[in-house]
């Protein structure tokens, strides 16, 4: 008995060391609503272990190694992208295992080794120290029902009820905690119900017919001048872009490093964070069931095309885009994988020649959207030369492949003798240890390049204006069916 109540003892006291290490780090105590969530949710596992191992010390690891596992991810993420974990980064855990390069270069060696050992550790000893005790198993269980029925019951008291209702992820972490923060951001999420369908807004004549529209989502494109503040880096197809776009400025994107789908989302969805709520950490999870949003929705009769050289299932976009009224997916057996040279990821360069034929090959009015991903990395460089390498130089040499991509594009589509718009815009800033980290600015440049029937290009007053993405969607589709009336 004595051995039970020592270890569910070191499993809460154990709970609340590994939440105060995480980022933000507190300055004080979290506050007492916060410690007593995570105090009934560490009970709720200790007694989820105790039941099936029937060895306290053995639930007292494992309890403590889940949120410390947890605890680790956080911090990684908070490191790279400012954000510690949310409700939604736990719906991708199967992606990390079918496309684990996207994940595993967040997260430094000695951190994956340390979690690799700590889980061979954990399954060792579940199965040498199980025991089948039935007074422990039947503890486990009263323990279990006493930590879930206790949290339960303190979420539907005042107290608890007006916790983290306005999203504010590192505050609400700072304040309450991780895991309570993680539990009560889900609950918020839960909540929220899907809008109603979109209303077909009246709008007054287009001044410019527009039959093309091609939507380019380039992979960690910013302006390396404003990244790195060096003039010398300035990328000349984005420089020529603005010269002579209709429209370009800042994209106020709320992620960093990282999130593609919540730019992705407001561009096509057109929906903004604040009618978001809290879906809008990861929009995509319910994206499907707001399909009258989507831009080909909206642009009705057109047919779209939705581009992305890899694994359609990948953020749900095999059911989003379909249900969001794109007619064809051009996924990755539209492309010959890249060769050992080129990187890892399909490059730019192919993405443009699929696009273009496309563009060609369309008839009656089409909407092309494309999200490239040649700039996700590797952005270290050919170590073969030795030394260490420069992931600055290694980042300047992907992106100016998306900036050959905005030149040639602008270039091709004007010999195609149909009114077209070229959106170009990048996802969001890399985050690039010691050169492009979080805490700083995250918009990342567009530009609306507009061509009338015979290839010029139509700059009208060459508008400076800075939008969020969600802003960009509506954009669009005032340049083309005109403004609301």
């Given at each position: ?52 191992c029937g060895n306290g010390a053995v639930a007292m690891v494992l309890t403590l190694a889940v949120q410390s596992l947890l605890v680790l991810a956080s911090n990684a993420k908070y490191a790279m992208l400012g954000e510690p974990l949310l409700f939604s980064d736990l719906a991708l855990v199967g992606a990390v295992f079918r496309h684990p390069q996207f994940y595993l270069s967040a997260v430094r060696l000695w951190q994956r080794t340390a979690a690799g050992l700590v889980a061979i550790v954990l399954c060792g000893t579940v199965i040498r120290l199980s025991h089948a005790d039935p007074v422990a198993h039947a503890t486990g269980f009263i323990l279990l029902f006493a930590g879930s029925g206790a949290l339960s019951l303190a979420l539907r ?329």
């Amino acid at each position: 008995m004595t051995a039970g109540i020592l270890t569910f003892a070191g499993a809460l006291i154990g709970s609340l060391l590994i939440d105060a290490l995480v980022r933000p780090r507190p300055a004080k105590l979290r506050r007492m609503s916060g410690l007593a969530l995570l105090t009934c949710m560490a009970t709720t596992l200790y007694g989820l272990f105790l039941t099936l191992c029937g060895n306290g010390a053995v639930a007292m690891v494992l309890t403590l190694a889940v949120q410390s596992l947890l605890v680790l991810a956080s911090n990684a993420k908070y490191a790279m992208l400012g954000e510690p974990l949310l409700f939604s980064d736990l719906a991708l855990v199967g992606a990390v295992f079918r496309h684990p390069q996207f994940y595993l270069s967040a997260v430094r060696l000695w951190q994956r080794t340390a979690a690799g050992l700590v889980a061979i550790v954990l399954c060792g000893t579940v199965i040498r120290l199980s025991h089948a005790d039935p007074v422990a198993h039947a503890t486990g269980f009263i323990l279990l029902f006493a930590g879930s029925g206790a949290l339960s019951l303190a979420l539907r008291l005042p107290a608890w009820r007006k916790l983290a209702s306005i999203p504010d992820a590192a505050g609400d972490t700072l304040a309450l905690g991780l895991l309570p923060t993680v539990l009560l951001y889900w609950r918020r999420w839960k909540a929220i119900a899907d809008p109603p369908p979109c209303t077909q807004l009246a709008r007054r004549p287009a001044t410019h017919a527009t039959e093309l529209v091609v939507i380019i989502q380039c992979e960690s494109f910013a302006d390396p001048v404003e990244l790195f503040d060096d003039g010398h880096l300035a990328l000349p197809g984005l420089a020529k872009a603005r010269e002579h776009a209709m429209q370009w400025g800042n994209l106020n994107v709320s992620g960093f490093g990282a999130y593609t789908m919540r730019t992705e989302y407001g561009v096509l969805f057109g929906r903004d964070e604040e009618a978001l709520g809290f879906r809008r950490y990861d929009p995509f999870l319910t994206a499907r069931m707001e399909g009258s949003y989507a831009l080909p929705s909206r642009l009705g009769g057109w047919r779209s095309l939705f581009v992305h050289p890899h694994d359609m299932r990948f953020y749900g976009r095999d059911a989003i885009m379909p249900s969001g009224g794109f007619a064809e997916l051009v996924g990755e057996d539209a492309f010959a994988p890249p060769t050992p040279d080129e990187g890892r990821y399909v490059t730019d360069a192919a993405m443009t020649e699929v696009i273009l034929s496309r563009a060609a090959a369309a008839a009656g009015p089409s909407l092309i959207y494309a999200v490239t991903i040649q700039n996700h990395g590797p952005w270290a460089p050919d170590a073969r030369g030795g030394g260490n390498p420069d992931l600055v130089d290694g980042y300047m040499r992907l992106v100016r492949h998306g900036d050959a991509m905005l030149t040639t594009l602008t270039e091709q589509l004007a010999t195609l003798g149909r009114p077209a718009l070229l959106v170009f815009f990048g996802d969001h800033r890399p985050s690039i240890p010691g050169a492009s980290v979080p805490g700083g600015p995250r918009h990342t440049p567009y530009v609306m390049v507009r061509l009338d029937g015979t290839g010029n290009l139509l700059t009208g007053e060459n508008r400076r204006a800075d939008l969020t993405p969600a802003q960009l969607h509506h954009a669009v589709l005032d340049t083309v069916l005109g403004p609301s009336a």
